[in-house]
């Protein structure tokens, strides 16, 4: 499933994250990249011991799980640390790619099930930079406005078009979900928004609504495995 969700961050967080990422300080991309991925990556991204990072990656996790379509669409059991990268100059792309399946972090090993871009430039400020996302039925290209964020399954292969004029600044992050298969995903959100909306018409008391939600809640506890 490939979700765009707008206003994921308000003006005050962008205009705070903007600030923070020109103190940054920024190192190539290829830092994080694999064998593979450093063949086609070519962008900047900010060093891990930038101090300004701590206060980015909070802001946004803050943002991430105060939104309920995220919850509902991703429904992470962990998220890992969010990176920030740019595009421009001569550092402008990164050309088709798969995400590796295992992240390490300080605590161990996440399994990566879900990939997110939370836009950070306005569209008229660059051309290019799309993030095309290539699924068995076609290529989506996604450029958002600046505080959108999209969110698909890491399985699919990507890439960030060249940035032909201005700069391009995300920031990405990875998800390790309650429910590891995209299919069981998308049934049990496309279930959430339709609960939903049988709740503002129906009522939380309706017979129906009740035993549907038993259903999606059943369905979960069924498809959850945390590990």
Not at 70 to 82: D, G, K, T
Not at 137 to 143: I, L, M, T
Not at 164 to 191: H, K, N
Not at 206 to 219: C, E, F, K, M, Q
Request: with cysteine; net charge neutral; glycine share 6%.
């Amino acid at each position: 499933m490939l979700l765009t969700i707008s206003d994921v961050i308000d003006a005050a967080e962008l205009a705070r994250l903007r600030s923070l990422a020109a103190q940054a300080r920024w190192e190539s991309g290829l830092a994080t990249a694999g064998p593979q991925a450093a063949v086609v990556k070519n962008n900047r991204q900010i060093a891990e011991d930038s101090p300004e990072l701590e206060q980015m990656r909070r802001i946004v996790l803050n943002a991430l799980y105060r939104n309920p379509l995220v919850m509902s669409a991703a429904l992470p059991a962990r998220i890992l640390p969010p990176f920030f990268n740019r595009y421009g100059g001569r550092e402008n792309a990164y050309g088709a790619h798969v995400d590796n399946a295992i992240r390490a972090t300080a605590e161990g090993y996440v399994r990566a099930d879900v990939s997110a871009t939370l836009f950070l430039s306005d569209p008229a400020d660059y051309d290019g930079g799309e993030l095309v996302i290539h699924d068995t039925y076609a290529h989506h290209a996604v450029k958002l406005p600046a505080g959108s964020l999209v969110l698909y399954p890491c399985a699919l292969v990507h890439e960030v078009t060249p940035v032909t004029r201005g700069e391009r600044i995300a920031c990405f992050m990875f998800m390790q979900s309650l429910v590891r298969e995209a299919e069981r995903r998308r049934l049990l959100f496309d279930m959430d928004m339709a609960l939903i909306d049988l709740r503002a018409r129906l009522g939380e008391a309706d017979g129906s609504v009740l035993r549907l939600t038993g259903v999606y809640h059943n369905l979960l506890r069924l498809w959850a495995c945390p590990t």
